[in-house]
């Protein structure tokens, strides 16, 4: 049969492009189609563009502090517009390589929008491709809200706000989740005067109520002003008018209140609310067609997406049944200090016995030195085993995946505290933290 492929992929984001190099490694003969850019909203409008963003605002904010330090530097300022284009040339170079890394791997890409004609038919730019198996890996677009519609002057998204190239001097951000959070810690480190309106009860909804807390600290801190239990009412000549009566006068507002699947035209899939429905095995009702990432609803997360891509493969090559456990997968919020969490909450492990210890950054040697005392190491542990971990702290992007470690192979606390944890390190907090379930920390006084 002409053009016969074992993988036809729809998406060349995280998931796409790799399960399109595992299958490839695997001996499968695959074809990707991608209408956009290559790296799908993680690297064209999401994860990298923005990280890139935070990492000039990081330096700034540092750079404003070096005095402290006994570095003298003279006036500090910025350039928006060279950050901006700092952000755009990262993009471009890591959108090549990863061009050429899937195309090393023999990987057919078609830069076209694909449609599916039938179970095992994909079509683009007029032509019919037969793929055996098909993975579904379009990603999301930001959600519409009601009285929120973007218009990409007043009411952006967080596709807009990345084309900004210069800096509102008063913004108002519409949730606080991951986006909402990390904009705003953005917009406050280049001085802007940010507020943040939050429908739920508390900033961060998604985390531990601990993790909540200390972030309302930090935004008092760093003067962004937030409301929660709060809507938008009316918005009447670029006046906002909040569900709790605060009237405010952003520049623009930036409406972060989640997103939604972009669903291949074609098919009838089944849906789950807004998703496509899928079982564990990350199969739709067409038993060959898989769906991924933030299609399926289980956990918009990049390296979430790239796990079911590895999984999906597997399944695909072996049989091999995937069991996903979205708890085990770590979240990271980035900013000074990082926060990051995986496992359970305390929410969640009400009704059941536990114990818990909060270790302060503030009593590590290493955060004196770098001046970063605010943050914390909390752990979560059932019969002997961590269960959850929630952190905020500098590294902790890079911290939690000890405890991702941990909570994966059931390690006891006791065979974790064989191991030799350096000095002086955030990692330390880990160790302080974990003999903290027996009150045994060494570095907290007697209680
Ligand atoms: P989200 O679902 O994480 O948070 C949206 C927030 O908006 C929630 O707290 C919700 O209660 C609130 N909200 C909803 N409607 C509202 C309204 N009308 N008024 C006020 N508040 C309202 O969605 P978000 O932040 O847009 O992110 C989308 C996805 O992208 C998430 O799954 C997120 O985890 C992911 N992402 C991950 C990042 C990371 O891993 N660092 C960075 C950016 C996004």
């Known amino acids: 049969m002409e053009n016969l492929f074992d993988l036809g992929i729809i998406g060349g984001g995280p998931a796409g492009y790799s399960a399109a190099i595992r299958a490839a490694q695997k001996g499968l003969s695959v074809i990707l189609f991608e209408k956009n850019s290559m790296g799908g909203v993680c690297l064209n409008r999401g994860c990298i563009p923005t990280k ?20 003298n530097t003279g006036e500090i300022s910025y350039s928006y517009e060279k950050i901006f284009n700092r952000k755009n040339e990262v993009v471009e170079k890591l959108q090549k390589s990863l061009i050429k890394l899937v195309q090393s791997y023999g990987v057919l890409i078609i830069s076209a929008e694909a449609k599916l004609n039938a179970p095992d038919k994909i079509e683009a730019d007029g032509r019919i491709y037969n793929c055996k198996s098909i993975i ?42 991951a ?66 009566l605060q009237i405010l006068t952003p520049d623009i507002i930036l409406c972060a209140a989640g997103r ?57 090559t072996e049989k091999k049944e995937i069991h996903f456990d979205k708890t085990r997968v770590p979240s990271v919020i980035y900013g000074t200090p990082e926060i990051a969490w995986v496992g359970k909450t305390e929410e969640m492990l009400q009704g059941c016995e536990y114990k ?23 752990v979560l542990s059932v019969a002997g085993k961590i269960v959850g971990a929630h952190v905020v702290c500098p590294e ?44 045994m920390s060494l570095s907290l006084p007697r209680l």
């Open 356 to 378: 818990v210890s909060i270790f302060p950054v503030s009593a590590l040697g290493k955060a004196f030195a770098d001046d970063e005392i605010d943050g914390f190491v909390k």
């Open 260 to 316: 939604e699947p972009v669903i291949p035209q074609g098919l009838d899939f089944e849906k789950d609310g807004r998703f496509i429905k899928v079982n564990e095995n990350f199969q739709t009702n067409f038993a060959n067609i898989y769906a991924l990432g933030d299609l399926n609803g289980k956990l918009q997360l990049a390296h979430s997406a790239v796990h079911q891509a590895l999984g999906v493969v597997d399944y695909i």
């Open 396 to 439: 902790a992007s890079s911290l939690i995946h000890q405890f991702a470690l941990m909570i994966d192979n059931c390690l006891k606390t006791d065979e974790i505290l064989n191991t030799v944890f350096a000095h002086p390190t955030y990692s330390e907090a880990i160790f302080e933290a974990i003999l903290g379930l027996d009150n």
């Open 52 to 71: 890139t963003i935070l990492h000039c605002s990081d330096v700034y904010k540092s750079m404003k502090k070096a005095e402290k330090f006994g570095i």
């Open 136 to 177: 579904l890996s379009t990603g999301s677009k930001p959600a519409k809200i009601k009285g929120l519609e973007a218009d990409g002057n007043f009411i952006l998204t967080s596709d807009d706000i990345l084309n900004l190239n210069n800096l509102p001097q008063n913004l108002l951000i519409i949730g606080s989740g």
């Open 179 to 244: 986006i909402g959070v990390e904009w705003a810690r953005i917009f406050s480190a280049f001085d802007c005067e940010v507020t943040v309106v939050e429908a739920a009860d508390r900033l961060l909804p998604a985390a531990d109520t601990d993790i909540s807390k200390r972030l309302e600290r930090l935004f008092k801190k760093s003067k962004i002003k937030f409301y929660t239990s709060a809507k938008v009412d009316s918005i009447d000549d670029r006046v906002v008018t909040l569900s709790n």
